[in-house]
């Protein structure tokens, strides 16, 4: 089965340190999301990219986080510098559109931030 | 602004009888809506899909029914299981307007035995 791979799967940080998440989408998936899972806000839209091109990351605070595609293999989110409230889990996500919209997400990056 | 909502945070059902979780939206724009389950310590999975050019859509014990006038829809489980028990999110697109998923906050889903 094709999988999105998300690594590490958790991280533990002090406030202020820098944190990256990586992604490694389906193969031959052009779009990728990134979202945030937090208890109150459910499933929250960060940023996705079509063909490695941004295309919105309105969802995103700018100031400390940023989403970067180098290459169509690897989506990468950073924190810098992280603050106790990013703590929550991260997923990544590829799909296809405008095939089928069930687009397949990774098991998540559990961030937490001390 | 919750532009998708799930009212009820929590679902008890017993095993064998059926399970309704519902949706509700505000953005008429939306065209295309999903269910997705999600188990602990993994990432969500796709469930079933409605277009808005339909009511219904049925796949083995899962039916999703669209009302598009009440800005509603249902997912119902028949007949419940064990493995059902999960957090079930509603979604929803425009297609066309970058196909971005919208969620609404998830329902926890327990089938007691």
């Known amino acids: 089965d094709a999988r999105v791979t998300q690594t590490p799967r958790h991280k533990v940080t002090e406030m202020g340190q820098e944190v990256t998440m990586r992604c490694q989408p389906i193969?031959?998936?052009?779009?990728v999301f990134w979202y945030r899972q937090t208890m109150m806000q459910g499933l929250e839209l960060l940023a996705y990219f079509r063909n490695r091109a941004p295309l919105d990351d309105s969802g995103m605070p700018k100031d400390r986080f940023s989403a970067e595609m180098p290459d169509a293999t690897l989506a990468t989110l950073k924190i810098q510098p992280s603050e106790p409230r990013d703590s929550a889990v991260y997923f990544c996500a590829s799909g296809l559109p405008p095939g089928p919209y069930g687009y397949t997400f990774g098991s998540g990056t559990r961030l937490t931030v001390v | 602004d919750q532009q998708v909502k799930q009212n009820s945070p929590s679902l008890s059902v017993q095993e064998g009888r059926i399970s309704i979780l519902n949706c509700d939206y505000t953005?008429?724009?939306?065209?295309?809506f999903l269910w997705y389950k999600k188990y602990p310590a993994e990432g969500p999975t796709f469930l079933i899909s409605?277009?808005?050019?339909?009511d219904k859509n049925e796949d083995g014990r899962f039916t999703v029914f669209l009302n598009k006038s009440a800005k509603h829809l249902s997912l119902h489980i028949v007949p419940s299981q064990p493995g059902d028990s999960a957090v079930y999110f509603c979604?929803?697109?425009?297609?066309?307007?970058?196909?971005?998923?919208?969620f609404g906050t998830g329902t926890q889903l327990k089938v007691e035995l």
């Open positions: 193969l031959g998936h052009n779009t």
């Open positions: 953005n008429s724009m939306f065209d295309y």
């Open positions: 979604a929803a697109i425009i297609t066309g307007g970058g196909n971005k998923l919208t």
């Open positions: 409605i277009s808005s050019i339909k």
